[in-house]
């Protein structure tokens, strides 16, 4: 896979093509040589062949080519959701009673420019070592209460096909493991990754849950229909977790077309996600109101099933909370005021 990825490179030569692949400005493509000695970048061909090169605003684009303003960015901090505090054993981060999670590669297929696990994205591609992942395995082994197993990097569909076919078999013979999620963006950045003898591995795994991370609808192309529909038949169940990207897709109309086309993909919009405070990525942040706004216009105005949760991490990895706008509008002995999606409030016997 690794060959696949247009990569930035020790003769600091590749900013050049991209510059011209792009048609990038001279400071554009200084500023991808520059941010790219902090914060690496690699975009798949397929990935970078969705940007339209005559819009400067183009939302793939500002996801995948670093921009100066990573650099600018004085208020984040590495890792604002404590990952690393909660780490029983290396590789699995556990936060909650019956579900953690285990890292399996720092590997991607396009470097996020607003990754949130920037700080684990070296120089150097690395698959989480065996005896790292024995280790998490023992782990979920000697703890009977964890029934969901999420496998996530990186992007878990970096592994080869024999480790994640070994993985995901490990975890089958594991009674108390119930369901497996394997969360990648591959889907979205190199939907070519659904091979045939993928398609039979998590055949063979089931039940799988695979979430991903569309964040706009012109990542939505007739390969992902394809790979999607491939994905289906194996009986995996698809959603997405799309995090909330100022100049991407703060606003209801775009985030109302993503769930949209997602739906008719079979990935169920999962969760929405604020984006954090992580350093380099400032220029994408969003106020919360953005997010609950979004969620306004969506409850009524179309199909429940394209609604995800919109959701804030707590500092310190205290986990996710909901946003809500407020629907509840007072309480009282017996009676409760509610609010309806077109701003009605009315009394409902309680
Ligand atoms: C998000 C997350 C999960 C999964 O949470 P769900 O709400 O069940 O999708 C599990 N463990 C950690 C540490 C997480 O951050």
Known sequence: MAGLALAADATNTRPQTLGKLLA???????????VGKTYRWAVSPYYLSLINPQDPQDPVKKMCIPQAAELMDETGTDDPMAEEFTSPVPAVTRRYPDRLIIKVTNQCAMYCRHCQRRRLIGEVDRATPRVQLRQALDYVRKNEEIRDVLLTGGDALLLNDELLDWLLGELDAIPHVEIKRIGTRTL???????TDRLYKIIDRHGP???????NHPLEITPDVEAA?????????????????LSGVNNDPHVMKKLNHLLLKCMIRPYYIFHAKAVKGTAHFRTKVEEGIAIMEQLRGYTSGLAIPTFIVNAPGGYGKIPMLPEYLVSYAPGKIMIRTWENRILPYDN
Request: glycine share 8%; charged share 20%.
């Open 24 to 34: 990038l400005s001279r400071e554009e493509t200084d500023a991808v040589g520059n």
């Open 188 to 194: 979205v950045t190199m939907p070519m990754r659904i």
């Open 208 to 214: 799988i849950y695979i979430n991903t991370q569309f």
């Open 228 to 244: 999607c529909r491939k994905l289906v038949r194996t009986g995996a169940a698809l959603g997405n977790q799309a995090v909330l």
